[in-house]
Nanobody
Framework: QVQLVESGGGSVHPGGSLRLSCAAS????????MGWYRQARGKPREWVAT???????RYTDSVKGRFTISRDYDKNTVSLQMDNLRPEDTAVYYC?????????WGQGIQVTVAS
């Protein structure tokens, strides 16, 4: 049974930092794309960042230079270091693991950026 467990969310002031982590279990994910999405209240879910099995990284434009995605292939974890956070980063963040024929989602974790 595949399980994704997210941790590290919370509340910070603008300019602050948070680090999200996602631990995946239940199968081998070395060939999968791992990444993060987010959904702000009243808005559709949007892609934030992904890292492939070979280490290729992509970010959505709004987080470039502020967020850093990383992956531990041995531990099946993916992390998102979020610096210089802005109020518009407030959302529920979801971990995603995407293969050719299947994909999996975490339960979501709240990130709130407010004065």
């Amino acid at each position: 049974q595949v399980q994704l467990v997210e941790s590290g969310g919370g509340s910070v002031h603008p300019g602050g930092s948070l680090r999200l982590s996602c631990a995946a279990s239940g199968k081998t994910f070395s060939g999968y794309v791992m990444g993060w999405y987010r959904q702000a209240r009243g808005k559709p879910r949007e892609w934030v960042a992904t890292i492939t099995g070979s280490g290729q990284i992509r970010y959505t434009d709004s987080v470039k230079g502020r967020f850093t995605i990383s992956r531990d292939y041995d531990k099946n974890t993916v992390s998102l270091q979020m610096d210089n956070l802005r109020p518009e980063d407030t959302a529920v963040y979801y971990c995603n693991v995407d293969g050719l024929i299947d994909d999996f989602w975490g339960q979501g974790i709240q990130v709130t950026v407010a004065s």
